[in-house]
């Protein structure tokens, strides 16, 4: 099936510091996700982004966080400063269409964050 | 309130058994319902999704059932393999483009 790409897989930096994680997403999708889950727990939406701008948000999207897809290169979330919170696993999602039925979400395979 | 529950947290069932996994929703404008799985180490992958519309759907080994009354579905997965153990979530949305996930259900199906 459709395959979102996701780089690195594991990212260790010091708090204060600045990351930029990156995804590539299934070619012809439109819709672009971002999702935060920690140790296995439920996935918790952070933001979906549309023809370059962000449609929705949820709390969990600080002023440290920013999405961005420059020319249709990599989808990334930035954050900037890293927060001992932050330490999560963050996934990427695709999407052909956005909402509802037919607006099947593809995953990658995450990229793990750990702030020290 | 847009919660999500799942329940159990985590279920073993014997091999060729039926695992039943349960869910349950507050907001009532949710409409789509998919059930996502996932492996150690991966993303979640789409397994199967039913609207509201719909009180039943059917892939294969796996079954929603949707009570929209009462706010409720589960999933149903017969003859349950060796290689369906991983954790199942749960999802809604309504008209905007969030999925609400639940807290998942951890399978395990013992040979």
């Known amino acids: 099936g459709p395959k979102v790409l996701q780089i690195p897989s594991h990212q260790i930096i010091d708090m204060g510091q600045m990351v930029t994680l990156n995804c590539d997403p299934v070619?012809?999708?439109?819709?672009f996700y971002w999702y935060k889950q920690i140790l296995g727990q439920q996935m918790e939406f952070l933001v979906n982004?549309?023809?370059?701008?962000?449609?929705?948000k949820s709390k969990l999207f600080k002023d440290q966080f920013s999405v961005e897809r420059p020319d249709g290169s990599y989808f990334t979330l930035k954050i900037q400063p890293t927060a001992l919170e932050d330490s999560a696993v963050y996934f990427c999602?695709?999407?052909?269409?956005?909402?509802?039925?037919?607006?099947?979400?593809?995953f990658g395979p995450g990229t793990r964050l750990t702030v020290l | 309130q847009q919660q999500v529950r799942q329940s159990p947290q985590s279920l073993t069932v014997w091999e060729g058994e039926t695992a039943i996994l349960n869910c349950s929703y507050e907001?009532?404008?949710?409409?789509?319902f998919p059930w996502y799985q996932q492996f150690p180490g991966e993303g979640p992958a789409l397994l199967i999704a039913i609207r509201s519309v719909s009180d039943k759907k059917e892939d294969g080994r796996f079954t929603i059932f949707f009570n929209k009354r009462e706010k409720k579905l589960s999933l149903h997965i017969t003859d349950s393999q060796p290689g369906d153990s991983a954790t199942y979530f749960c999802a809604a949305s309504g008209s905007n483009y969030q999925l609400i996930w639940g807290s998942g259900t951890k399978l395990i199906i013992k040979p």
């Open positions: 982004f549309y023809n370059g701008k962000v449609m929705e």
């Open positions: 999602a695709s999407s052909l269409v956005g909402g509802g039925f037919y607006a099947e979400q593809f």
């Open positions: 907001n009532s404008a949710f409409d789509y």
């Open positions: 070619s012809n999708h439109l819709y």
